[in-house]
């Protein structure tokens, strides 16, 4: 009694030690001496370099300065005042902006102060950066119109400095701040208001170019600030477009793509005549132009920005896509063109006369419009260019203007096809994509085919995936075509095996859409005859298994080609029905009167578990007997609809596996009471490790769960592991390892029930016990905490599980390797061994946490097919020996392709090793999903061992180590 008096104060007396040191945390919060030091090493000022480094030093603790701004401010500037080095005064000015956007600093006064060093400051660096400190100040505080009316009015002031850094930090100061209400009197003028668009517009001829892309920029921050810029801004930006330096001419691109936006209807006259075009069809014409510019950062500037003018005309879209060469003022045709002309003219050189054969056509030299001007073959040049940057961007807008027009997608489509031989990977993808997204407005020709279909022997997988996607969106004219595609996809399969579901994926969508045109090539792809029986094919060969899935898929939309299937076909119709489902559609074999498929079962098997769920859910009120009789029946019928129902399976498995502990906890508490000694034997921890590994099944594998339903699983599994650690330390252990064991129960309570409170779910009796006897158990010594444990178990009641809305099961398919064979796999023991892994994830909206298990490796080629994996769990390849022998292979994040929102593709290498054989045996393969570890009570010195969830069954493959070769 003495001792539990003696804790009892020792915990009193730690709880009030624990409430003292929270107002010691709160003044440690705030790191007064750091300004302190800052302020004594500017006073000092021993030399620059240590000026600088206090001011380095300060900028970097800005965000601990607290109430202290002002006294900081007077200190910079005190030392502005008495510093000659221009460098520390530029450094003093910077900061000066850095602290206008804190909140206890005053704008005006910052404002005044730096006036006040504008007057005296004579370097031209300083003067630029303190004006740029006045626009740090001026955004500070947006809704002070007064202090943007005089910070614009300084700045007006100082345009006409000397120096180009001055003069552009006054332009981008009026740009960001400025306004149209904020107007500056003109000195030369004094009657005159000058607007803040005809001051940026003035300085677009100044002769330094960094100002003058200074102006435009400024212009545009107007337009980005919701300021509106005159129609008399576009004929000076059009003058831009000629400037000698690239940025310029970049900002002034910029500028006439806006206005384009913002006046595409107004009138514009054409030099040189007297007609008018719209603005939006003169600025594409003169964007279009500088994609012929000298510089590459022009060029892509151009070529972006050509995509978002959609309402150009289109006979400038079209002009885009037509390049005329001229040479020395005369057209230049073709000999073909020549010809033709010279022979409709009717005349004949008689050759009695030197070159009277000669065109005849002179042009006019003011008639000429040469290949550099105006819209005319600006995406051919844009395509042909020489760096990627710019055949990207061309690409880009190419396809999507073609999106908003079929006409000018019809035109564009060679163009895009070109791109398929390009040098660059990159480009070439980018060419498949933008096809794809043109697939409902054009149609693929014969000619086109034979450079789409190139791209199949490509070495890259990631162009072969691309076309491949590409063709089961896109439709051809004609059987001859569709018949290359075949070919191509078939030949692609003999190149590269492990394509082949991808393959087969593509043939689906090309029966699919296009059944009639399949219809004339079945006798030739089912080497089908009128008269003679033909012998039955392979169904182990995948080019037959090819060419199957798009009849079938064909047939599915053209009844008639049912009837020229034979026998066999319907044979090797039901196995891939079975084998790929996802693949195979469902077709009504003729011959045969029953049906496959009765309509509504899927509903009917959706209200026969929602009964099922009903009968439960009063359990808990039910005898031990009654219930355990019920829930074997139960749980015997859910597991048998999760192997017949493909749809429901996994809400049939969820809840069957969720029932199945409850029958086992139900058992327990049936056979023997939990405070008896016959409570320690391993039929008891058996039974609780089966428990625990179905509320872990229930945790990780399915998705879709509500909140409710990880509450009653994680309250099970508290069950479960209650039972656990009562029959552990009713064995013969230590008290080390008794008191580690409560510890870790009693955080295990701590979790859940911060989980259940913060998810507002209602714990029943044997949870409600518990966590109100949570304190005592952490006070009391190891017998009272047996007590407390032995007195909640006889409050454990079967729980029932309600019905989900949509429950999805984490599930992998190994397609490759396929099984055991009779030629072993052979590689040199010891040394590493490259596997490639191909791996499909399903609702993986994040790929950050997927890794791969290998339980030891070899040169085996891996499909895997996952489905519905969430974002927490971590994909292993597990490869089981006979000796046990576990490795762990993680991928490159670069390995991950995004192919939908929650899809994602890994394709990698993964590197394997293992000693010398006596002789070949089979290797154990199988897809897991690694999982942390929960409190494992049955050994304290393994609480951080991670533990793995099969999602596979396992596949045996035949390897044999070779000896090194000396």
């Given at each position: 009694?003495?001792?539990?008096?003696?804790?009892?104060?020792?915990?009193?007396?730690?709880?009030?030690?624990?409430?003292?040191?929270?107002?010691?945390?709160?003044?440690?919060?705030?790191?007064?001496?750091?300004?302190?030091?800052?302020?004594?090493?500017?006073?000092?000022?021993?030399?620059?370099?240590?000026?600088?480094?206090?001011?380095?030093?300060?900028?970097?603790?800005?965000?601990?300065?607290?109430?202290?701004?002002?006294?900081?401010?007077?200190?910079?500037?005190?030392?502005?005042?008495?510093?000659?080095?221009?460098?520390?005064?530029?450094?003093?000015?910077?900061?000066?902006?850095?602290?206008?956007?804190?909140?206890?600093?005053?704008?005006?006064?910052?404002?005044?102060?730096?006036?006040?060093?504008?007057?005296?400051?004579?370097?031209?660096?300083?003067?630029?950066?303190?004006?740029?400190?006045?626009?740090?100040?001026?955004?500070?505080?947006?809704?002070?119109?007064?202090?943007?009316?005089?910070?614009?009015?300084?700045?007006?002031?100082?345009s006409k400095h000397t120096h180009h850094v001055v003069r552009s930090s006054c332009?981008?100061?009026?740009?960001?701040?400025?306004?149209?209400?904020?107007?500056?009197?003109?000195?030369?003028?004094?009657?005159?208001?000058?607007?803040?668009?005809?001051?940026?517009?003035?300085?677009?001829?100044?002769?330094?170019?960094?100002?003058?892309?200074?102006?435009?920029?400024?212009?545009?921050?107007?337009?980005?600030?919701?300021?509106?810029?005159?129609?008399?801004?576009?004929?000076?930006?059009?003058?831009?477009?000629?400037?000698?330096?690239?940025?310029?001419?970049?900002?002034?691109?910029?500028?006439?793509?806006?206005?384009?936006?913002?006046?595409?209807?107004?009138?514009?006259?054409?030099?040189?005549?007297?007609?008018?075009?719209?603005?939006?069809?003169?600025?594409?014409?003169?964007?279009?132009?500088?994609?012929?510019?000298?510089?590459?950062?022009?060029?892509?500037?151009?070529?972006?920005?050509?995509?978002?003018?959609?309402?150009?005309?289109?006979?400038?879209?079209?002009?885009?896509?037509?390049?005329?060469?001229?040479?020395?003022?005369?057209?230049?045709?073709?000999?073909?063109?020549?010809?033709?002309?010279?022979?409709?003219?009717?005349?004949?050189?008689?050759?009695?006369?030197?070159?009277?054969?000669?065109?005849?056509?002179?042009?006019?030299?003011?008639?000429?419009?040469?290949?550099?001007?105006?819209?005319?073959?600006?995406?051919?040049?844009?395509?042909?260019?020489?760096?990627?940057?710019?055949?990207?961007?061309?690409?880009?807008?190419?396809?999507?203007?073609?999106?908003?027009?079929?006409?000018?997608?019809?035109?564009?489509?060679?163009?895009?096809?070109?791109?398929?031989?390009?040098?660059?990977?990159?480009?070439?993808?980018?060419?498949?994509?933008?096809?794809?997204?043109?697939?409902?407005?054009?149609?693929?020709?014969?000619?086109?085919?034979?450079?789409?279909?190139?791209?199949?022997?490509?070495?890259?997988?990631?162009?072969?995936?691309?076309?491949?996607?590409?063709?089961?969106?896109?439709?051809?004219?004609?059987?001859?075509?569709?018949?290359?595609?075949?070919?191509?996809?078939?030949?692609?399969?003999?190149?590269?095996?492990?394509?082949?579901?991808?393959?087969?994926?593509?043939?689906?969508?090309?029966?699919?859409?296009?059944?009639?045109?399949?219809?004339?090539?079945?006798?030739?792809?089912?080497?089908?005859?009128?008269?003679?029986?033909?012998?039955?094919?392979?169904?182990?060969?995948?080019?037959?298994?090819?060419?199957?899935?798009?009849?079938?898929?064909?047939?599915?939309?053209?009844?008639?080609?049912?009837?020229?299937?034979e026998d066999y076909t319907w044979q090797h119709y039901t196995y891939l029905r079975?084998?790929?489902?996802?693949?195979?559609?469902?077709?009504?074999?003729?011959?045969?009167?029953?049906?496959?498929?009765?309509?509504?079962?899927?509903?009917?098997?959706?209200?026969?578990?929602?009964?099922?769920?009903?009968?439960?859910?009063?359990?808990?009120?039910?005898?031990?007997?009654?219930?355990?009789?019920?829930?074997?029946?139960?749980?015997?019928?859910?597991?048998?609809?999760?192997?017949?129902?493909?749809?429901?399976?996994?809400?049939?498995?969820?809840?069957?596996?969720?029932?199945?502990?409850?029958?086992?906890?139900?058992?327990?508490?049936?056979?023997?009471?939990?405070?008896?000694?016959?409570?320690?034997?391993?039929?008891?921890?058996?039974?609780?490790?089966?428990?625990?590994?179905?509320?872990?099944?229930?945790?990780?594998?399915?998705?879709?769960?509500?909140?409710?339903?990880?509450?009653?699983?994680?309250?099970?599994?508290?069950?479960?592991?209650?039972?656990?650690?009562?029959?552990?330390?009713?064995?013969?252990?230590?008290?080390?390892?008794?008191?580690?064991?409560?510890?870790?129960?009693?955080?295990?309570?701590?979790?859940?029930?911060?989980?259940?409170?913060?998810?507002?779910?209602?714990?029943?009796?044997?949870?409600?016990?518990?966590?109100?006897?949570?304190?005592?158990?952490?006070?009391?010594?190891?017998?009272?905490?047996?007590?407390?444990?032995?007195?909640?178990?006889?409050?454990?009641?079967?729980?029932?599980?309600?019905?989900?809305?949509?429950?999805?099961?984490?599930?992998?398919?190994?397609?490759?390797?396929?099984?055991?064979?009779?030629?072993?796999?052979?590689?040199?023991?010891?040394?590493?061994?490259?596997?490639?892994?191909?791996?499909?994830?399903?609702?993986?909206?994040?790929?950050?946490?997927i890794r791969i298990k290998v339980w030891l490796t070899l040169a085996v080629p891996?499909?895997?097919?996952?489905?519905?994996?969430?974002?927490?769990?971590?994909?292993?390849?597990?490869?089981?020996?006979?000796?046990?022998?576990?490795?762990?292979?993680?991928?490159?994040?670069?390995?991950?392709?995004?192919?939908?929102?929650?899809?994602?593709?890994?394709?990698?290498?993964?590197?394997?090793?293992?000693?010398?054989?006596?002789?070949?045996?089979?290797?154990?393969?199988?897809?897991?999903?690694?999982?942390?570890?929960?409190?494992?009570?049955?050994?304290?010195?393994?609480?951080?061992?991670?533990?793995?969830?099969?999602?596979?069954?396992?596949?045996?493959?035949?390897?044999?180590?070779?000896?090194?070769?000396?």
């Open positions: 009694m003495a001792a539990l008096l003696k804790k009892r104060a020792v915990a009193e007396f730690s709880q009030v030690i624990q409430e003292e040191p929270r107002p010691i945390k709160k003044l440690k919060l705030v790191q007064k001496p750091l300004l302190q030091e800052v302020h004594l090493d500017l006073t000092v000022g021993t030399s620059t370099q240590e000026a600088v480094s206090s001011l380095i030093h300060l900028e970097h603790h800005l965000s601990q300065i607290g109430e202290n701004v002002v006294n900081i401010v007077r200190q910079l500037i005190d030392h502005y005042h008495r510093e000659k080095e221009s460098v520390v005064r530029w450094k003093i000015a910077h900061i000066l902006g850095l602290l206008s956007k804190h909140p206890q600093c005053a704008a005006d006064s910052v404002v005044e102060e730096i006036i006040s060093l504008l007057k005296t400051e004579k370097s031209h660096k300083v003067v630029g950066q303190l004006i740029q400190s006045l626009q740090s100040v001026g955004l500070s505080a947006p809704d002070n119109r007064d202090l943007h009316l005089k910070i614009v009015q300084l700045a007006r002031e100082h332009l981008n100061l009026i740009g960001a701040v400025g306004s149209h209400d904020t107007i500056s009197k003109d000195t030369d003028q004094s009657e005159e208001h000058v607007s803040v668009q005809t001051l940026l517009i003035s300085f677009t001829q100044d002769q330094d170019p960094r100002v003058r892309s200074s102006a435009f920029r400024a212009v545009q921050q107007l337009h980005q600030r919701g300021q509106s810029i005159d129609l008399s801004v576009y004929d000076c930006a059009c003058k831009a477009l000629t400037d000698d330096y690239e940025d310029v001419r970049t900002a002034a691109v910029k500028l006439v793509w806006i206005l384009s936006h913002l006046y595409p209807e107004s009138k514009v006259p054409v030099p040189e005549s007297d007609d008018e075009i719209r603005l939006v069809d003169d600025g594409f014409a003169k964007i279009c132009n500088m994609m012929n510019d000298i510089s590459m950062k022009v060029r892509v500037e151009a070529a972006t920005l050509l995509g978002s003018l959609h309402q150009v005309s289109p006979k400038f879209l079209e002009q885009t896509l037509d390049k005329k060469l001229m040479s020395n003022m005369r057209q230049k045709k073709s000999a073909h063109e020549r010809a033709k002309d010279h022979y409709a003219s009717g005349e004949w050189s008689s050759g009695q006369k030197w070159a009277d054969d000669a065109p005849k056509d002179e042009v006019a030299p003011e008639s000429v419009t040469l290949m550099n001007m105006g819209a005319c073959g600006a995406f051919v040049h844009g395509t042909e260019d020489e760096f990627l940057e710019v055949r990207n961007a061309a690409l880009d807008s190419l396809c999507e203007l073609a999106a908003q027009s079929q006409e000018f997608a019809i035109l564009s489509q060679d163009s895009i096809i070109d791109m398929f031989n390009d040098e660059i990977e990159s480009v070439r993808l980018n060419a498949i994509n933008s096809l794809r997204k043109l697939s409902n407005h054009v149609t693929l020709r014969e000619d086109q085919l034979e450079i789409i279909l190139g791209v199949l022997q490509d070495f890259s997988t990631t162009s072969r995936e691309a076309l491949r996607d590409m063709l089961c969106d896109v439709r051809v004219s004609t059987k001859e075509s569709l018949n290359a595609c075949i070919v191509g996809l078939l030949d692609n399969l003999r190149r590269y095996p492990q394509d082949k579901r991808s393959v087969w994926k593509c043939m689906k969508f090309l029966g699919k859409h296009h059944p009639h045109l399949t219809l004339p090539l079945v006798p030739t792809l089912l080497c089908l005859h009128p008269y003679f029986d033909t012998p039955e094919p392979d169904m182990d060969d995948p080019a037959y298994i090819s060419v199957l899935l798009m009849v079938f898929n064909a047939a599915s939309s053209c009844p008639t080609m049912m009837t020229m299937f079975e084998s790929l489902p996802d693949l195979v559609p469902v077709l009504k074999n003729q011959n045969e009167d029953k049906d496959d498929d009765l309509p509504g079962s899927s509903s009917s098997v959706s209200s026969f578990i929602q009964q099922i769920t009903q009968q439960v859910e009063n359990i808990c009120s039910m005898e031990n007997n009654t219930a355990q009789q019920m829930l074997q029946v139960i749980v015997k019928d859910l597991y048998k609809i999760s192997e017949l129902d493909s749809r429901n399976s996994a809400s049939a498995e969820c809840i069957g596996n969720f029932l199945q502990s409850q029958l086992l906890l139900t058992q327990l508490m049936t056979k023997q009471t939990v405070s008896s000694s016959c409570i320690m034997d391993n039929h008891t921890l058996a039974t609780v490790e089966k428990i625990l590994e179905l509320t872990k099944i229930c945790q990780h594998i399915f998705v879709g769960l509500g909140i409710s339903e990880i509450g009653l699983i994680r309250q099970t599994e508290l069950k479960a592991v209650t039972i656990q650690i009562l029959t552990l330390m009713k064995a013969d252990m230590t008290n080390e390892k008794q008191q580690d064991m409560k510890q870790n129960y009693i955080k295990l309570i701590k979790n859940l029930k911060s989980y259940l409170s913060s998810s507002q779910c209602h714990p029943d009796a044997f949870t409600t016990y518990i966590f109100s006897v949570v304190d005592d158990l952490d006070i009391n010594g190891l017998p009272e905490f047996i007590t407390s444990l032995q007195h909640a178990t006889t409050m454990i009641k079967p729980s029932a599980f309600p019905i989900v809305n949509k429950i999805r099961k984490i599930t992998a398919l190994i397609n490759e390797p396929t099984g055991p064979t009779d030629k072993p796999l052979k590689f040199t023991a010891g040394l590493t061994l490259a596997v490639p892994v191909d791996i499909m994830l399903e609702n993986v909206p994040c790929t950050s946490n891996v499909d895997i097919m996952l489905e519905n994996v969430p974002c927490t769990s971590n994909i292993r390849i597990k490869k089981k020996f006979a000796d046990q022998t576990v490795q762990l292979f993680t991928p490159k994040w670069s390995d991950f392709h995004k192919l939908g929102p929650l899809r994602h593709r890994l394709v990698t290498q993964v590197l394997m090793s293992h000693s010398l054989w006596t002789e070949p045996t089979n290797v154990e393969l199988c897809v897991s999903m690694e999982t942390a570890s929960n409190q494992k009570f049955k050994d304290t010195s393994h609480d951080n061992v991670k533990q793995t969830i099969d999602l596979s069954k396992p596949v045996q493959v035949y390897v044999s180590p070779k000896q090194v070769k000396r």
